[in-house]
């Protein structure tokens, strides 16, 4: 008898979800088995605290739900009835219809579908290469922080975020849209480190989140309004002279053009009517706002999921830029980092395999994408490390279409997703674990590689290992596709640039987090086409900062909903574990007892959300946390755990943003109404 004894081994590793945090990780395995998760004390940032829900990522990984074989379709499409077959199946399957699908309709009927299930750069964008090559459909994707990304920039051009550690130099943190005790904790460790130096913590969100529990004020508005909140803000800042005018005169563009639309339009007492926020207190925010030595304001992603979310970002963007809030370390704002340009992307995208350009389809409006009528129709998709059918909006339109019997769905899941079950073929994925990538974030300035610590569970495949088998079926000797994941990670650190030391390589080689740098200085070198802040941007069919309806001001339902992030959640990610679901309980609906009363509905009991798009059943926790008018959930519920058929993304629509081409998730109006017994 062999007997092989496995040695216990504490090693490094990197959280692979999306998270602006992307911590630092400590993994005791033993053999192929993760025995517990801790951080890394010696990551620069984030230091050793992690989230709860990592510390039971082992779960995760040996979850029983993993999925360990490739399975085809032996029932209805979203039964969930599937068959094991081998992966030379699996792949000749995809391989032949999509051959002929390709002779048939041309490669543009094949359309990719990814997003943030894992965030390494080499098995994120592990299909880039091989959908350019076969001629497919690109997906636009913009779910999540495009609007965001087009607000920032439409004032500061390609400037850089400024490091996010100034935090701890401020006096006043503004969280704007943002619940960071849930989603970006280090942020909020910091926040409440400054706090205790004496800084105080403001939170403007739509409810009362866990993190306005720990701030000095919180501030609650209507949802889609901060453009009017800060208009109103600068109203005051501009009408009291509470303004730095030698930062102005040399740093910025528009100014006077700005002056004349917030003091003729933008009074405290009109825009006290559209945000719920009483004039005095809009008054006081921006004298508080003045008087501060640093505000530092962390700008969440919250604000910008609306019809006016690019503009609303925009708005606050400019707020620093008045009282000159930028010259002292700790003020400014931050949205967050973008360290693209560190690495050589485009060797692992390769834009290059592209011969002609292809259609362009939005993430955002896959249910329109998927419907018959679209043309050229869509006839086959391929879902990576995404769940479409539950976190995209418009979630009826999408189910219909994937029911469609001339499309072939391929879904490479770990879990049997409510998107899996509708798939033709589903293949087995990786944990992070389980596979090699190279990690940045986008919260703050490190990066690190994740190796492989494990062996696949069951005969699971990395996205990248999937391309190569794909690009091996379908015949073709491109030599890009024999190459490993750590030859992609080779490519991406190849070039020298700026961002990367000397020695950066080496320590990432090493398993250590590395900070990089930032090569041009983001509070004082502005990378707009003017070189100033640009407040008045001529290029814009909106030159200038102003109040834009929302989306659901047009809808003739009462209540806004906000489906805002759980803790125990990340997106549609953790509800395999039932330790972090418990935690949740159930899919709740927060309601003021305002709006309960009138509409005699009582705590507990089971309620129906609808609107034109769809209908979701909900327990009902009646609550003063909201404010009369906003109902709110909160996580993304595999449909597995909810009471009715749809999950809450039935109730939202395929509109876009102002800008950015983003989603307008949290800009929904619905009515509820309590279900009957039973
Ligand atoms: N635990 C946990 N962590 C996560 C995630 C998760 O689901 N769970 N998701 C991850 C991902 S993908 C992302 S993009 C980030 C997102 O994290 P955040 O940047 O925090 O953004 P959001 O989740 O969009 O919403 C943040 C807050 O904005 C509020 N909000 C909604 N509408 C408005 C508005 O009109 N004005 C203002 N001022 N506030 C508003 C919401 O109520 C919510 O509390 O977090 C990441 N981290
Ligand atoms: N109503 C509402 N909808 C939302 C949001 C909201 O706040 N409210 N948030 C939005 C935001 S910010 C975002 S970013 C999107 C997120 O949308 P998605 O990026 O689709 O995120 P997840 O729901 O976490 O699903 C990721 C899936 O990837 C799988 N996965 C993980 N690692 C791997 C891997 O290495 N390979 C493969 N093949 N699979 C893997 C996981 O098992 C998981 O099922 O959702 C958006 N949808
Ligand atoms: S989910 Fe976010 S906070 Fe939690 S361990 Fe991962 S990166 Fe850190
Ligand atoms: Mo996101």
């Known amino acids: 008898m062999v007997c092989s004894v496995n040695r216990r081994q504490i090693l490094t590793s990197v959280c692979p979800y999306d998270c602006p945090d992307a911590c630092g990780l400590l993994i005791t395995v033993e053999g192929d088995t993760v025995l517990s998760v801790a951080g890394d004390p010696a990551h620069p940032v984030t230091q050793g605290f992690i989230c709860p829900k990592m510390h039971s990522y082992g779960k995760t990984v040996h979850s029983p739900g993993r999925l360990t074989t490739p399975l085809l379709r032996t029932g209805k499409k979203g039964e969930g009835r599937f068959t094991p077959i081998s992966w030379e199946e699996a792949i000749q399957r995809v391989c032949e219809t999509w051959q002929n699908i390709s ?74 849209g943002i619940n960071a005790a ?18 105080k913590i403001w939170v403007i969100d739509t409810y009362m989140t866990a993190t306005a529990e720990l701030a000095d004020e919180v501030f609650l508005l209507k949802p889609g309004s901060d453009t009017s909140l800060v208009l109103g803000m600068m109203h005051v800042l501009v009408r009291d002279n509470l303004t730095d005018t030698s930062f102005i005169s040399e740093n910025v563009l528009g100014y006077q053009e700005l002056t004349q639309t917030v003091l003729s339009d933008c009074s405290p007492e009109k825009m006290s009517v559209l945000t719920g926020i009483p004039s005095a207190v809009i008054e006081r925010m921006a004298s508080q706002y003045a008087a501060a030595e640093a505000p530092f304001i962390r700008l969440g992603n919250g604000l910008s999921r609306y019809g006016n979310g690019a503009m609303a970002v925009r708005s606050i963007t400019c707020l620093p830029s008045l009282t000159g809030a930028w010259t002292r370390s700790g003020g400014g704002v931050f949205g967050g980092t973008s360290t693209g340009a560190a690495f050589a992307m485009h060797k692992i995208v390769r834009p290059d395999f592209m011969k002609q350009s292809t259609r362009v389809i939005n993430m955002n409006q896959l249910g329109a994408a998927l419907s018959g009528t679209f043309t050229p129709p869509v006839h086959s998709l391929y879902v990576y490390h995404a769940n479409p059918a539950l976190v995209s909006p418009d979630q009826c339109a999408i189910h219909e279409g994937l029911r469609r019997e001339d499309l072939f769905t391929v879904v490479h899941e770990r879990f049997m997703t409510d998107t899996a079950r509708f ?27 994740g190796k492989a610590i494990i062996a696949p569970v069951g005969q699971a495949k990395s996205n990248w290992q999937v391309f190569q088998m794909l690009a091996e079926g379908m ?18 650190l190849a070039d020298e640039n700026a961002w990367r030391d000397k020695g950066t390589n080496e320590r990432l080689q090493q398993g250590k987090a590395v900070v990089l740098n930032v090569p041009t200085d983001p509070k004082s070198q502005w990378l707009t086409p003017s070189g100033k802040i640009e407040i008045l941007n ?55 007892p305002e709006d309960a009363e009138v509409r005699e509905l009582v705590d507990g009991q089971q309620v129906t959300a609808f609107n034109d798009y769809g209908s979701v059943r909900f327990t009902l926790s009646v609550s003063e946390r909201t404010i009369p008018g906003t109902v709110v959930t909160e996580g993304l519920w595999w449909l597995d755990f909810v009471a009715g058929e749809n999950g809450v993304n039935a109730l939202m629509s395929q509109r876009l943003t102002d800008k950015g081409n983003g989603a307008t998730l949290y800009d929904v109006a619905v009515e509820v109404q309590g279900d009957k017994e039973g």
């Open 103 to 176: 002779m048939k309709y041309g490669t543009e009927a094949i359309l990719p579908y990814s997003y943030g299930g894992t965030m390494g750069m080499v098995q994120r964008n592990a299909g880039h290469a091989f959908f350019h090559y076969l001629g497919a459909s690109q997906l636009e994707r913009t779910i999540c922080s495009a609007a965001k990304g087009a607000g920032w920039s439409t004032v500061m051009g390609e400037t850089p975020g400024m490091q996010p550690e100034e935090i701890l130099q401020s006096d006043l943190v503004i969280l704007w």
């Open 475 to 492: 015949g073709w000797n491109e030599p890009f596709f024999t190459k490993q994941a750590t030859d992609l990670i080779g490519e991406l």
């Open 182 to 199: 849930a989603t970006s904790i280090h942020t909020m460790r910091d926040a409440l480190l400054a706090k205790r130096q004496g800084a």
């Open 423 to 449: 798939a033709d073929i589903v293949l087995p994925a990786t944990t992070s674990l389980e596979h090699d990538d190279l990690y940045r974030s986008y919260g703050h300035y490190c990066a690190q590689l």
């Open 538 to 592: 001529v290029r814009e069919s909106e030159p200038l900062p102003r109040i834009l309806s929302t989306h659901a001001a047009y809808d003739s339902f009462p209540l806004l909903l906000q489906s805002a992030p759980s803790r125990y959640s990340l997106n549609s990610t953790f509800y395999e574990q039932d330790g972090l679901r418990a935690k949740q309980a159930v899919m709740c609906l927060l309601m003021h």
